[in-house]
């Protein structure tokens, strides 16, 4: 169990278009899901946290009207990249937690972003 | 001052034998957790292994095991008979303060492991 799914797995754009990234917990409902990106051979940096029906509190630095995040049920959240350029091209991982006093973190398969 | 300290070059381990992977944390909070996690060429985060502040014992998971230092805020992995498949990036990570609904992790630098045959 303790499944997440990202959509699409690859992704290739031109410079100025949108791209949405999907997040689905698939065998379990994700009270919180987390946003990260990750550049080659560097850490992940945490982009924002999103809880169901609320908005997203976004980190210091991370423009949020470039990265919208939508966390629409609890099983899924999407993180838009608006007017992608290529300082935008990442591997971007979402991360969903079960429950309010889980630990765990159970993180999706990444999304790897290329803007042309 | 970073939160998660990860120094280690590229290690390198013979399969079979067992290999520690530092870490050192920074943290004023009482109750926080470390966990490690695996990522494959792949990319995928694999869970390992959790600690938390609190815990007296260290952390067990198969052959994996934390030696939490607690008064030296360190909490290394040990991995024990490595095999071939162990070959990936391994990020110690911290949650600060008591589990909340919007708790998150810190991420360290990784370390990359290579197991060799």
């Known amino acids: 169990g303790a499944v997440v799914s990202q959509h699409p797995s690859r992704v290739i754009c031109k410079s100025g278009t949108s791209v949405k990234i999907e997040c689905r917990s698939l065998?379990?409902?994700?009270?919180?899901m987390f946003w990260y990106r990750q550049f080659p051979k560097q850490s992940l940096m945490l982009m924002a946290t999103?809880?169901?029906?609320?908005?997203?509190?976004?980190e210091q630095g991370v423009e949020k009207d470039k990265f919208l995040i939508n966390h629409a049920s609890l099983t899924l959240s999407t993180l838009t990249v608006t007017s992608a350029h290529p300082e935008d091209s990442s591997f971007y991982i979402c991360?969903?937690?079960?429950?309010?006093?889980?630990?765990?973190?159970?993180f999706g398969p990444g999304t790897r972003l290329t803007v042309l | 001052a970073q939160k998660i300290t990860q120094t280690q070059p590229g290690m390198f381990v013979q399969e079979k034998e067992a290999v520690t992977l530092d870490c050192t944390y920074d943290?004023?909070?009482?109750?926080?957790?470390l966990f490690w996690y695996k990522q494959p060429s792949s990319g995928e985060m694999i869970f390992l292994i959790y600690?938390?502040?609190?815990?007296?014992q260290n952390a067990t998971e198969g052959r994996y095991s934390l030696n939490f230092q607690k008064a030296r805020k360190s909490a290394n992995l040990v991995i024990s008979a490595s095999q071939l498949g162990d070959s990936a990036m391994y990020f110690c990570?911290?949650?600060?303060?008591?589990?909340?609904?919007?708790?998150?992790?810190?991420f360290g630098k990784g370390i990359t492991l290579s197991v060799r045959p």
């Open positions: 991360s969903a937690r079960r429950g309010r006093a889980n630990n765990e973190q159970f």
């Open positions: 065998d379990f409902q994700a009270t919180t």
């Open positions: 999103s809880n169901e029906g609320s908005k997203a509190t976004y």
């Open positions: 943290t004023s909070d009482q109750s926080y957790g």
């Open positions: 600690q938390g502040s609190y815990d007296e």
């Open positions: 990570a911290m949650r600060e303060g008591s589990l909340g609904a919007n708790s998150k992790l810190t």
